[in-house]
C-alpha cells in the first residue's frame, strides 16, 4: 500500500478539485480526514449506518473483522480469556495497562467497598410491577444515580471521573440482582465483601434464607469469562451512544443509562434474548430447515438471531471461545439442554448455505451466551442485563477517554434533507 498522506477528490459538479488528508493509527485502515469538507467543497459525506465511517480515535480496543481479530489495549481476547478475569480485564480497559498486583488489589478494594446502593433506590425500584423487564429498571436505576450522587458529578474533574467509573462497575451487579431478586418477590441481598466480584453477584442473585447456597466454582468462572468478552468492543452501537451523549457534557450516569437502552434492541445487545427465543420456537433441530429458509426470505422479517456481524465477516472470536465454552460447562454442571443440539444444528446449516456463506454471516458473540446463562439459572429476560454488566467497563472507559482527548466537541451529525421545499403558510379555510 502506498504511503501516500492525502488523497485527492475531484468534483464534477463544480470542475474543483481538493485534497484531503489521510490519517492512519496503530492498527487498520487508513481514513480520510473529511473535517474540512463542507467548508473546502460544499458537500456532506452520507454514511447512515456509518459502515464506512470513523467517528473518532481510540486506544482502547482494535477489532479486525476479516481475521477475526480483537484486542483490549493491544492484548489478544483469547489470551485476556485463559489467563486474566474480568476486574484485571476492567483494569486494563480503564487505565490502558494490566495492573501490578499492588495496583490490582487497590482497584478491587476500591470496587468492594463501592457495591452497596442507596436504600431509596430500592424504593424506586419497589415502583415497577414485578413483570417490569430488567432493562427497564435496569435504565431507569443507572440514569437514577445521578441524584444519588449529584456532588460529585464534575465531567472535568479526573478524580470524579474515576470515582462515577469504580462506583458503576461495582454498583452495576448489585442493582441487576435486586432487580432480578425483585421480579421473583424475594428480599435483596446485600454485596458480601468477602466474596470476590462474579461470586459475590451469583450470591445476591441466588442466595435464599431457608439453606446455605451451593456455589460452583464452575458458573462464577464461566460467567466470569462471559464478561471479559462481553467488557468492550470498539465503537458498536451502545458505545457509540455512551459516547454521543458524553460529547454533549451529560453525566456519567445518564450517558450510561443511554448506552443500556441502546445495548436493548435485539439488533445488538437484545440478541442474545431474542436468540434463546427463537431456539425455544425453532424447539428441535427437524425444524431447523423451515427456520434457514424463512430467515433468507425477503418478505419474511424473521432473521436468524445470533448471527451477522457489521465488522466480522469471519467467526466472531468471541463466538469460538463461548462455543467451546458451552459444551464444557453444560458438560461439568450436568446440564443436559436440548437447545444446544438445535443450535448446534443451527449453525451447521447456517455455515452451509451459500445465502449465509456469501454475506459472510456467521455465529457472533450472542449465539452461544444464552445457553450459558440458562445453564447458570439466569432468566432469559435478565440475558441483556449480563451483557450490560460486563460492557459497562468498555462504556466508562470510553467515556473518560473521550472526556481526557482534547478538543473533543460535541456529535452533531448532518443529514440530506428529503422534505418539502420551501412554502408559504395557508389560512385553514384555504386548506
Ligand atoms: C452485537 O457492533 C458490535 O460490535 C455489536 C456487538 C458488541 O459486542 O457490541 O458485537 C454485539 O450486537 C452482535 C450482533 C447481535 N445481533 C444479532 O445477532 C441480530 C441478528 N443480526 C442482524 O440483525 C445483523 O446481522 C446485524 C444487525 C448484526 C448487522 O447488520 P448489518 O451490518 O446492517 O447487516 P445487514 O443488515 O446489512 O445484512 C447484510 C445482509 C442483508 O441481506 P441482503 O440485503 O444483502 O440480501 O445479510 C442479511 C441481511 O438481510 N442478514 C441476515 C442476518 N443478518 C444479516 N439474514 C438473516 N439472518 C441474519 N441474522
Redesign the pocket.
Same mark, same amino acid.
Given at each position: 500500500m502506498s504511503d501516500a498522506k492525502t488523497v485527492k477528490l475531484v468534483d464534477e459538479s463544480n470542475a474543483t478539485q481538493s485534497e484531503l488528508p489521510l490519517i492512519s493509527g496503530t492498527l487498520g485502515p487508513a481514513c480520510v480526514d473529511i473535517g474540512t469538507l463542507y467548508k473546502d467543497t460544499g458537500h456532506f459525506t452520507y454514511d447512515p $449506518?456509518y459502515?464506512s465511517t470513523a467517528s473518532t480515535k481510540s486506544a482502547i480496543t482494535y477489532?479486525d473483522g476479516d481475521k477475526g481479530v480483537l484486542l483490549y489495549r493491544g492484548y489478544p481476547i483469547e489470551q485476556l480469556a485463559e489467563k486474566s478475569n474480568f476486574l484485571e480485564t476492567s483494569y486494563l480497559l480503564l487505565n490502558g495497562e494490566l495492573p501490578n498486583k499492588t495496583q490490582f488489589e487497590a482497584f478491587e478494594h476500591d470496587i468492594t467497598h463501592h457495591t452497596m446502593i442507596p436504600e431509596s433506590l430500592t424504593s424506586f425500584l419497589n415502583g415497577f410491577h414485578r413483570n417490569a423487564h430488567p432493562m427497564a429498571m435496569l435504565a431507569g436505576s443507572i440514569a437514577s444515580l445521578s441524584a444519588f450522587y449529584h456532588d460529585e458529578l464534575n465531567v472535568d474533574d479526573p478524580a470524579d471521573r474515576k470515582l462515577a467509573a469504580i462506583r458503576l462497575i461495582a454498583k452495576m451487579p448489585t442493582i441487576a440482582a435486586a432487580i432480578h431478586r425483585y421480579s421473583v418477590d424475594r428480599q435483596q441481598r446485600y454485596p458480601r465483601n468477602n466474596l470476590e466480584y462474579v461470586t459475590r453477584f451469583l450470591h445476591m442473585m441466588f442466595e435464599v434464607p431457608s439453606e446455605p447456597l451451593e456455589l460452583n466454582p464452575v458458573a462464577a468462572k464461566a460467567l466470569d469469562l462471559l464478561f471479559i468478552l462481553?467488557a468492550?468492543?470498539?465503537?458498536? +452501537?451502545?458505545?457509540s451512544t455512551v459516547r454521543l451523549v458524553g460529547s454533549t457534557g451529560a453525566n456519567p450516569y445518564a450517558s450510561i443509562a443511554a448506552g443500556i437502552t441502546a445495548?436493548w434492541?435485539? +439488533?445488538?445487545?437484545?440478541?442474545?434474548e431474542? /436468540?434463546l427465543k427463537q431456539l425455544e420456537e425453532i424447539g428441535s433441530p427437524d425444524n431447523v430447515e423451515t427456520a434457514v429458509k424463512r430467515?433468507?426470505d425477503?418478505n419474511d422479517s424473521?432473521?436468524?438471531? $445470533?448471527? $451477522?456481524?457489521? /465488522?466480522?465477516k469471519n467467526f466472531?472470536p468471541?463466538a469460538k471461545i463461548i462455543r467451546e465454552m458451552c459444551h464444557k460447562v453444560l458438560n461439568e454442571l450436568g446440564v443436559k439442554d436440548p437447545l444446544l443440539d438445535v443450535a448446534l444444528k443451527l449453525e451447521e446449516a +447456517?455455515l452451509k448455505d451459500e445465502?449465509?456463506v456469501e454475506?459472510k454471516?456467521y455465529p457472533? /458473540?450472542?449465539?452461544y451466551s444464552g445457553l450459558i446463562y440458562k445453564a447458570l439459572g439466569i432468566p432469559t429476560e435478565m440475558f441483556t442485563v449480563m451483557?450490560a454488566i460486563a460492557?459497562t467497563s468498555?462504556w466508562i472507559a470510553h467515556w473518560i477517554e473521550q472526556h481526557e482527548t482534547p478538543g473533543s466537541r460535541i456529535g452533531r451529525p448532518r443529514q440530506i434533507y428529503t422534505g418539502a421545499d420551501v412554502r408559504d403558510y395557508t389560512a385553514a379555510d384555504k386548506r
Open positions: $449506518g459502515g477489532i462481553h468492550d468492543h470498539e465503537q458498536n +452501537a451502545s458505545t445495548l434492541g435485539p +439488533a445488538h445487545g437484545g440478541a442474545n431474542a /436468540v430467515a433468507k425477503k424473521f432473521r436468524l438471531m $445470533g448471527f $451477522g456481524h457489521r /465488522v466480522y466472531d468471541r +447456517a445465502y449465509f454475506r454471516l457472533n /458473540v450472542d449465539f451483557f460492557r468498555g
